[in-house]
């Protein structure tokens, strides 16, 4: 098995060596400055419904690209991939159950799959890191902290849930630079959702959160949080579909785009 | 009849009288600061097909709001307004052929019709002359110039074709800020497409424009292009749906939304 250590820097290089079954590890740090997708999978009798609820909420659901049933090529973000291969570690949900964590999913793929490419933050990341902002969880070497919230996402059709957000401790003197950084990439979750006050927004143990790990928030800190790609598959989940497939956690597609092909400005 | 200059300024007084067929004139300067939107209704067994084509195409296409199937109230963006009434004048379609121009398509609307409502250039317009950049097309009291360009839209489905651009005539010590102004709003249209040269992205002769009114191109200035909001329409009329309903050209709907809550930074 390949070490990330060793792997190449270019998008599709790496995806051939996850597509030859030899790299099954998170993708945190490889080919970096270009951007990774989430990914969700559904029949298409709930595409048009999960894709409103992606137009309805760009803020945690921010849409790559769209692959139509029949088709597995990223054709926009990844030409020549293969999304049934070219992810380190798929998750297999029926009904909202998970029934297995596979490193392809060629053999149970259908013609009547869509496949949903969605944002997510390693892009402002890298643009907070450039600007000088601390990224806690990354230098503890753990998970962002997640949290479910109580915001509502607007429904579409049978998907409705709460927005899940991400947290990341803020010197107070740079909020302001880490709100203009993230501005910039609204298609990877762009600015913050709140500033400042956890309870505001439902979540009630800032050192409990849902998903990923808690991170320290030290004296002169704030913690900021973001719209997080974790929304749509909890959302999704919810509605127990009869299949949905994703990424397995951290082991995200990798696309030939690059994070400055998608800032605004 | 009413006339705009005796119309109220907040856009759900202006939809009131337009809902009881007293204003069916154009839009352009009605509620000065909130978001005019661009209407496209197509039957359901088009709209996934419809929605991701929009999705492919955010600069000609930038979606405000999809009003499903069974519902005719623009909750997100016009709370209280109905969109088979609320538009001043709609132009049906058959088969990709005009067939009528009415003020109310209360009569003909099914439970399967689903609403598209689209960005359009006032909204960055607005933006430019606050910045201080002339619109040509303002001053002499024309229709903006829309051409047919060479440049494929990324098909879905049964929908495909070229994007159609607006151009307007910037003094070329301005382009620099025009770029800038209007980037801040990818959700109407966004920045440019092209500057300078019409021939690049297939126009054959500036002063004959596909749609609307030439404008003059004095010494010194440049022709800068942007995606428009005619593309969605062309598009979908050339694939000759059973029906599709849109607003009348410059008719537009006006929603409760503020420019400023598309600015994107």
């Not at 690209?65 to 090529?73: C, L, M, R, S, T």
């Not at 998907?159 to 910039?184: A, K």
């Amino acid at each position: 098995m390949t070490t990330a250590t060793l792997l190449p820097t270019q998008p599709a290089d790496i995806r051939r060596i996850i597509r030859a079954g030899e790299y099954a590890g998170v993708t945190a740090g490889l080919a970096n400055g270009h951007v990774q997708a989430n990914l969700a999978v559904l029949p298409r009798e709930l595409a048009f419904d999960f894709l409103l609820f992606c137009q309805r909420n760009p803020r945690p659901c921010p849409l790559l690209e769209v692959i139509e049933a029949g088709a597995v090529e990223p054709a926009f973000t990844a030409p020549g991939a293969d999304i049934r291969t070219d992810v380190p570690a798929y998750r297999i949900y029926e009904r909202g159950e998970l029934a297995g964590e596979v490193q392809s999913v060629a053999d149970l793929w259908r013609d009547d799959l869509v496949s949903f490419l969605l944002g997510c933050s390693f892009s402002f990341e890298a643009a907070m890191s450039d600007a000088g902002i601390p990224l806690r969880h990354q230098e503890a070497g753990s998970n962002v902290p997640m949290y479910i919230t109580n915001i509502a996402t607007q429904p579409a059709g049978i998907f409705s849930g709460p927005m899940v957000v991400s947290m990341r401790p803020i010197p107070q003197e740079q909020i302001v630079r880490s709100v203009q950084v993230t501005s910039r990439f609204p298609d990877t979750h762009g600015a913050p959702i709140h500033i400042g006050n956890p309870d505001a927004i439902g979540i009630r143990d800032i050192d409990a959160p849902e998903f990923g790990d808690a991170v320290e928030i030290r004296p002169g800190e704030t913690p900021v949080f973001w719209a997080c790609g974790v929304t749509p598959q909890a959302v999704a989940l919810n509605c127990k579909p009869p299949l949905m497939i994703t990424h397995a956690p951290g082991k995200m597609f990798i696309t030939d785009r690059r994070d400055a092909d998608y800032a605004v400005i």
